[in-house]
């Protein structure tokens, strides 16, 4: 039985070697450009007690397991891909020693079992969806439109303003702040600005660079946001200054022509998918 079992690969070199056929493999994102980066605000990655619990279980050769670099989904950080019997499924954010053993508690009782289940208690929160042949986890559909765009024929554009900063005279910056008033006053707090977010400041600082590179009059900007606030508040309910000022910015570049609506749409896009970095 064992000989029909074996597994018999010849090497370049004419030798003959049994390969062991897993059940799974277990990838880790230990070392990408998200995972682990205390330095950078993520949560460590468990190293340690990944390579311990996989040699204390004796999976050696049943479920592998490989640490490494990126596996893709870089928004989610410490991101894990558990291949089982042909099945994939990602994790996120496993971020600690005892979802590290979860994971591992999960791997055992599909071995028991002898086929791929469902991951339960905490790491059930932590499963989603990366690959283009799954269903999400939630049963919701997926909705990318990335997909839909290349269906329909659109080329990819690469347009983005990351670069974009706040130049000349501080004064003229202080001046735009200072026109801002009634419904589109900037949040302040004792006197100063209030950016909640990153790019709350990034989205501020390119209108105002625009403004100063001739793109638009700066009442022409102030006009279009006290009507788009004046629209949310007639709709009720709450709203996000920053976002209607995002709506309001990428409405006038797109009317004055200096982007087009599908340049807007595949930077959004490129963000959204992880293409792009977010810079801090």
Same mark, same amino acid.
């Given at each position: 039985?064992?000989?029909?079992?074996?597994?018999?690969?010849?090497?370049?070199?004419?030798?003959?070697?049994?390969?062991?056929?897993?059940?799974?493999?277990?990838?880790?994102?230990?070392?990408?450009?998200?995972?682990?980066?205390?330095?950078?605000?993520?949560?460590?990655?468990?190293?340690?007690?990944? *390579? *311990?619990?996989?040699?204390?279980?004796?999976?050696?050769?049943?479920?592998?397991?490989?640490?490494?670099?990126?596996?893709?989904?870089?928004?989610?950080?410490?991101?894990?891909?558990?291949?089982?019997?042909?099945?994939?499924?990602?994790? *996120?954010?496993?971020?600690?020693?005892?979802?590290?053993?979860?994971?591992?508690?999960?791997?055992?009782?599909?071995?028991?079992?002898? !086929?791929?289940?469902?991951?339960?208690?905490?790491?059930?929160?932590?499963?989603?969806?990366?690959?283009?042949? #799954?269903?999400?986890?939630?049963?919701?559909?997926?909705?990318?439109?990335?997909?839909?765009?290349?269906?329909?024929? *659109? !080329?990819?554009?690469?347009?983005?303003?990351?670069?974009? !900063?706040?130049?000349?005279?501080?004064? !003229?910056?202080?001046?735009?702040?200072?026109?801002?008033?009634?419904?589109?006053?900037?949040?302040?707090?004792?006197? $100063?600005?209030?950016?909640?977010?990153?790019? #709350?400041?990034?989205?501020?600082?390119?209108?105002?660079?625009?403004?100063?590179?001739?793109?638009? $009059?700066?009442? $022409?900007?102030? #006009?279009?946001?006290?009507?788009?606030?004046?629209?949310?508040?007639?709709?009720?309910?709450?709203?996000?200054?920053?976002?209607?000022?995002?709506?309001?910015?990428?409405?006038?570049?797109?009317?004055?022509?200096?982007?087009?609506?599908?340049?807007?749409?595949?930077?959004?896009? #490129?963000?959204?998918?992880?293409?792009?970095?977010?810079?801090?």
């Amino acid at each position: 039985m064992y000989d029909r079992s074996r597994n018999i690969v010849v090497r370049p070199d004419g030798r003959r070697v049994n390969v062991a056929r897993y059940r799974g493999q277990l990838f880790v994102c230990a070392s990408g450009c998200c995972c682990g980066r205390t330095e950078d605000g993520f949560a460590a990655v468990p190293a340690e007690t990944f *390579h *311990h619990e996989w040699e204390r279980r004796r999976l050696r050769n049943v479920v592998h397991l490989s640490m490494g670099g990126c596996l893709g989904p870089c928004a989610l950080a410490n991101v894990a891909l558990l291949i089982f019997d042909g099945q994939a499924q990602w994790f *996120h954010s496993i971020d600690s020693d005892d979802q590290a053993r979860a994971l591992y508690d999960h791997v055992e009782r599909m071995l028991e079992a002898d !086929t791929v289940l469902p991951p339960g208690g905490e790491l059930a929160a932590r499963l989603f969806t990366a690959s283009s042949w #799954q269903p999400r986890p939630d049963g919701r559909p997926v909705d990318d439109a990335r997909i839909w765009r290349a269906a329909r024929g *659109h !080329t990819q554009c690469g347009t983005s303003f990351s670069g974009v !900063t706040v130049g000349g005279d501080a004064l !003229t910056v202080e001046r735009v702040v200072a026109a801002m008033r009634g419904p589109a006053a900037l949040p302040r707090r004792n006197g $100063e600005l209030v950016f909640e977010e990153p790019w #709350q400041g990034r989205v501020f600082g390119m209108a105002v660079a625009l403004h100063e590179q001739g793109a638009y $009059e700066w009442e $022409e900007f102030r #006009q279009a946001l006290i009507g788009r606030i004046a629209a949310a508040e007639r709709r009720g309910g709450p709203f996000a200054y920053f976002e209607i000022w995002l709506a309001t910015f990428e409405a006038l570049l797109e009317a004055k022509g200096v982007v087009t609506r599908d340049e807007l749409d595949e930077t959004t896009y #490129q963000f959204e998918f992880g293409e792009r970095d977010e810079v801090f």
